[in-house]
């Protein structure tokens, strides 16, 4: 332990001799363990922490499947007989998010809510800071209306007062009796909610149809001792008895069960792995950019470790010796490296997609520290390694026989592998920031189907008093849209239903009139449907190819009508002219005709002819819809409008006439067209910034590798050169013979790079990160070899232009 201790003293003693050097390789080293930290904390936030709920490892999502979807969402009739018949959960809870408007507690206030079945909270542990959760009997048609409320509205709207357990708050103009007060830590999906209400209570006659979903989604708690693979079984016997006796709704529907955390995190897995094997990388660049500094140091220090070996230091002394210093080095290193991975942390932060999963739970906690830890140790063996053996295997004899010389002349060819090493890796990482930008480019120059530029959309509460008079709904509907087109600047609006492009879909089954009648709903076609006003294509910037669009006159009193998309029209009319033809929505108890086509919009993303995410579409009218479904137009409507110059600039005249019009309406969720896309290519636009970030760290890195090794060359070979001149070699000569030797190593790292990215990069496929390039896009790689191949030539330059310098006189005489 005493030698130990001496090895730290000595080894600390020694870097402090050598101030620049061990700056340079603590720096160096902090980048690299630094930014791994950063990735690591996000890794380990949303990938490895295990879910906020006591028993996460025994939660599962829930879903139906059908011919047309792996994963939709649950009818509610049929999650009933789900929780009755089950015998694998101990708790199955359903959810549906909504809008509520709460008065009563100071301003109104529009507020996020979610419609809860019993078991919902039981499922997943949670228990009240205050009150009680919902029982069995709050939780059907008729019973007194109850709320839960979040601790953050509990404190925002009621500061915190301890006798707020059975007062009444009013939503929706309904009156609720508060029972509970949820946590304020508590989410799912990353969804937090202000407001729980019974999802029983809902007393809409359509919400207990088994045909129609309204998006329930459905989490379970496994009982003990139950696995995945049991409870798959027990599910499916239950999907079956249910096909049996109710064959028109639940035909050809099966039931998928997902772990809660993969249900939560899969679709970020892939590109979170991608960046955390991008950013280990770097970190090796670090690694062979240290060895490369301690390699050249060493050489200096032959004579040193020669008279210890004659001494009587042994072979094990003397590499542990060197292990140590690296290993001060890289502890140094990483202690830099955590404030880098702070800074890190907060910009990866900023730069985050909103719709990344756990983002709240990313922090620099013990596990990441611990990691921080394990990578300075690791690193710290990993390139003091290759020095202490070299050093330990010089001849003693030979070395103190070179005198003043010391290793004068010596090649070391692992310098040149560290550097190809590190060329093989940037040219890799390179390759990958490239492919990556030239895939969003391709997306940012997709035609969506749509003109995105200058479209407002937002959402807006229907006052509850005329909840239940369709016409009442629709007289203020066409308000609506009167107030909105005489707003100065609105050029064009609808009311929209259904969902916006790339927000989400709504469907709808269908048949053609003429045709055989499907036996089931479930053989039907499906089309996303759009509600819309006869403006929607004009603000929305969709174009109409065929017939006409439905107008002010295509009413509640007129003929039912309605436009499909082109995909629609080659998918079912492939030989014949759709216009005048009928469809049948049996569900919408519809039976409109065919006036129009419109161009086909891109619904579920700008890649979706790519990923095979095709369905065809239609525009149904608003005042159309029959009376028995306007009801479900209470929880709000959505708007699309056309506007001049930036969409944000109107929403303070578009606030104020909708405030004119009825003060009790509320305008949310306001964001442009523009913001979607942006949103939808967020995932993407991360991996990118970040994997550029790399690219950038690791093209600095290896330029320092090659340009200190050809440094160390040029000195090494000082007298070599003193001699070629001596004899008549020129300036040029030297310039060529210094610059070759940079090129080989580069061309040998591009080259061993070219190879491993052609393979590596194919996980960015995988990863489902690319579009509308090839992960051995030609024209990529060569760009990103030709500038690594520049880059490292540069960094030659300095180096040959002070071997050109060389006076032979002083280089001869050089020892």
Same mark, same amino acid.
């Given at each position: ?323 140590? *210093? ?329 606030? *104020? ?17 523009? *913001? ?140």
């Amino acid at each position: 332990m005493n030698s130990f201790f001496q090895d730290i003293r000595f080894g600390m003693r020694t870097l402090a001799k050598a101030p620049g050097f061990t700056a340079i390789a603590i720096l160096t080293l902090a980048l690299g363990i630094g930014a791994n930290s950063a990735l690591f904390s996000v890794v380990n936030g949303v990938l490895l922490n295990p879910l906020p709920y006591p028993k996460a490892d025994q939660l599962v999502s829930v879903y139906t499947t059908s011919e047309t979807f792996e994963r939709s969402s649950v009818t509610y009739l049929n999650f009933l007989d789900w929780e009755r018949d089950n015998r694998s959960f101990s708790h199955l809870g359903a959810f549906r998010g909504y809008n509520l408007f709460l008065t009563g507690a100071g301003e109104g206030e529009r507020v996020r809510g979610d419609m809860v079945s019993a078991g919902f909270f039981p499922a997943l542990g949670v228990r009240p800071v205050l009150g009680r959760l919902f029982r069995p009997e709050d939780d059907h048609v008729g019973a007194a209306p109850v709320a839960m409320i979040s601790a953050g509205l509990w404190e925002r709207k009621f500061g915190t007062e301890p006798d707020i357990i059975g007062k009444t708050i009013t939503l929706n103009e309904t009156s609720y009796e508060v029972v509970g007060v949820v946590p304020a830590t508590f989410t799912l999906f990353g969804r937090a909610r202000d407001v729980y209400t019974p999802m029983g209570q809902w007393a809409d006659p359509t919400f207990r149809d088994r045909s129609v979903s309204f998006g329930e989604n459905v989490v379970g708690l496994l009982k003990d001792g139950v696995t995945m693979t049991q409870a798959q079984a027990d599910m499916s016997n239950i999907a079956r008895a249910l096909e049996e006796a109710y064959p028109d709704s639940n035909k050809g529907r099966g039931i998928a069960l997902l772990s809660l955390k993969e249900d939560m995190v899969g679709d970020v897995k892939p590109f979170l792995l991608v960046l955390l094997g991008a950013v280990g990388f770097v970190l090796l660049i670090a690694c062979a950019n240290v060895a490369n500094l301690l390699l050249a140091r060493a050489t200096g220090r032959t004579r040193e470790f020669a008279i210890r070996a004659a001494l009587g230091a042994s072979r094990g002394r003397l590499i542990r010796q060197l292990i140590t *210093e690296s290993m001060l080095l890289a502890i140094a290193g990483g202690a830099v490296g955590l404030t880098v991975a702070y800074w890190g942390r907060e910009a990866v932060l900023k730069t985050l997609p909103q719709a990344l999963p756990r983002s709240g739970e990313i922090r620099l906690d013990a596990h990441v520290l611990f990691f921080t830890l394990g990578a300075s140790l690791l690193v710290g063996v990993l390139f003091g390694l290759a020095p202490a053996l070299r050093l330990s295997r010089e001849g003693i004899q030979e070395t103190l026989k070179g005198g003043g010389r010391g290793g004068s002349g010596a090649r070391h060819p692992t310098q040149t592998v560290f550097v190809a090493v590190e060329m093989a890796l940037a040219l890799v990482l390179l390759a990958g920031a490239g492919l990556m930008i030239r895939s969003l480019s391709a997306l940012w120059s997709v035609n969506p189907g749509f003109n995105p530029h200058n479209v407002l959309t937002f959402d807006m509460t229907m006052p509850k008093s005329i909840a239940g008079n369709p016409q009442g709904q629709r007289s203020l509907i066409r308000a609506i849209y009167s107030t909105l087109v005489s707003i100065p600047g609105v050029q064009f609006a609808s009311l929209q239903g259904g969902s916006l492009p790339m927000q989400g879909e709504s469907d709808v089954p269908f048949w053609i009139e003429g045709h055989p009648k499907p036996a089931t709903m479930q053989e039907m076609h499906a089309a996303v449907f759009y509600l819309a006003e006869p403006d929607y294509l004009k603000a929305m910037g969709t174009p109409l190819l065929r017939g006409r669009f439905y107008t002010e006159q295509d009413n509640e009193h007129s003929e039912q009508v309605v436009v499909i998309d082109e995909l629609f029209a080659k998918q079912h009319f492939p030989k014949e002219d759709p216009i005048g033809k009928r469809l049948n929505l049996a569900i919408l108890d519809m039976k409109p005709v065919i006036i129009g086509v419109a161009g086909h919009v891109k619904h579920f993303g700008l890649d979706s002819d790519a990923t095979a995410k095709l369905q065809a579409q239609m525009y149904i009218p608003f005042m159309q819809l029959p009376d028995k479904f306007m009801p479900l137009l209470a929880d709000g409507i959505g708007i699309v409008a056309r506007v001049q110059g930036a969409p944000g600039d109107a929403v303070p005249a578009i606030r *104020e006439a909708i405030k004119r019009l009825n003060s009790d309406q509320v305008i949310y969720g306001v964001q442009s067209m523009d *913001e979607i896309i942006a949103d939808y290519l967020a995932g993407r636009r991360f991996s990118m910034i970040l994997l550029g970030v790399f690219a950038g760290l690791a093209l600095v890195l290896a330029s320092v590798g090659i340009y200190g090794v050809v440094s160390f060359i040029v000195g090494q070979q000082t007298h070599e050169i003193g001699v070629r001149m001596a004899l008549g070699a020129q300036r040029g000569d030297v310039m060529r013979l210094v610059l070759g030797q940079g090129a080989v190593m580069a061309l040998v790292g591009v080259g061993i790079g070219l190879g491993a990215a052609m393979w590596l990069t194919r996980l960015l496929t995988k990863a489902q990160l690319l579009f509308s390039v090839s992960a051995r896009d030609p024209l990529t790689f060569a760009g990103v070899s030709f500038l690594l191949a520049a880059v490292a030539l540069l960094a030659c330059y300095v180096p040959a232009r002070r071997a050109m310098k060389t006076d032979p006189v002083i280089a001869l005489r050089y020892e």
